[in-house]
């Protein structure tokens, strides 16, 4: 299949097998959204310290996190991490959903393969009976809070998150599971 069309993804459940993928991706889509706006220091701690393979390996054993690679074909396109109560980064609602990552290669950017990952997070989350998904994204990331805003997220607050050592923060935005 050709890397230039849109197609269906499938997805896999990430277990450890998983962890050298999970890794490349992570920091390739990392590096290609967030390096040109932050200092080099600041991008190889959090690089070292959140995408470490022993952190990688607790959170893949930790039924509270999942993490979903989407493929099209047998070709790795991204992935969503996502988190119940409990392993949530903020709100930590029993009936919430964080889609804590949506990482989706450079090279399969811009072709709708975003919008199957949300909504293989709204499959989860109405799977396990829950009422709403919501994530953090970065104030200064306008792309993604349009894709967010066009996919029908609205923007509920804010957090802090600390990348390496600059506190940055982002908007809290979420969706209902009955908004289709």
């Known amino acids: 299949m050709s890397t230039h069309s849109t197609g269906t993804l499938h997805f896999r459940k990430a277990d ?16 290609d959204t967030y390096e040109a706006y ?3 220091e600041d991008m190889a701690h959090h690089i070292d310290s959140v995408f470490h393979p022993d952190r990688f390996m607790e959170e893949i054993a930790d039924d509270r996190i999942g993490y979903h690679i989407g493929y099209l074909g047998d070709v790795p396109v991204g992935y969503i991490r996502v988190n119940l109560a ?10 919430s959903l964080e ?7 450079r090279n399969f950017q811009g072709r709708k ?13 109405r799977d396990a009976g829950l009422d709403y998904v919501w994530l953090g ?3 200064k990331n306008e792309k993604a ?10 923007i509920f607050g804010t957090h802090d998150f600390i990348l390496g050592t600059d506190p940055q923060s982002d908007w809290l935005m ?3 599971i009955d908004d289709r």
Do not use: C, H
């Open 16 to 31: 450890a097998t998983y962890l050298d993928l999970l890794r490349d991706m992570s920091i390739r889509t990392f590096r």
């Open 38 to 40: 932050n200092t080099e």
């Open 86 to 95: 409990g392993a949530q980064t903020d709100v930590n609602d029993p009936q």
């Open 99 to 105: 889609l804590e990552r949506i990482y989706v290669l």
């Open 113 to 125: 393969f975003g919008d199957q990952l949300v909504a293989k997070t709204f499959d989860l989350a």
């Open 137 to 139: 994204v970065w104030k």
């Open 145 to 154: 809070i349009r894709f967010y805003e066009r996919m029908g997220f609205i």
């Open 174 to 176: 979420k969706k209902m």
